[in-house]
C-alpha cells in the first residue's frame, strides 16, 4: 500500500476490492464500499460474493487480518484501507495521532491493536 496519501479514495477502495478478485469499474462513487457495494461489483466466477451475508464475512474476515479497516456511518460499515479507517476515526475524535486512543480505535476499526499501533506510529513520524 505505498504512497496511500497521495492516492485517491477511488484509487485506495480500487486496492481493497482488488483483493477480492473484483474490479473497481463498476464503482463510480469517491468513497469506501460497504458489503452491499461490492455484493454488487461481484464476478459471476466468484458466486458466493453475490450474497452480502458471506461478503460482509469475507470483508470481516480480511478486517481482522488487518488488510482492510472498518469505517461505520450510521447503520452502515464501510471497508478500505486500514489507514484511511485509523484517519478516519481520527478526525471523527478530534484527536492527534501521538495523544489518541489506540484501543477505542480498535474498536472502532476493527483492526488489530499491532496494525493500530503501527499506522499511528507511521503518523506521527
Known sequence: L???EHRTCKE???IVIA???ITYEHHSS???LSALDVTGMAPSYLPSLKHRSHTSTVLNSLVAKGLLGK???GNVVYFSTPREAVIEQLKRRKEEPAECSPQEIVVETG???I???E???DLVI
Do not use: C, E, N
Request: aromatic content about 8%; overall charge positive; cysteine-free.
Open 2 to 4: 505505498g504512497g496511500y
Open 115 to 117: 496494525d493500530v499501533l
Open 119 to 121: 499506522i499511528l506510529k
Open 30 to 32: 469517491d468513497r469506501p
Open 19 to 21: 483483493a477480492m478478485g
Open 12 to 14: 485506495r477502495t480500487s
Open 111 to 113: 483492526l488489530p491493536m
Open 71 to 73: 469505517i461505520p456511518f
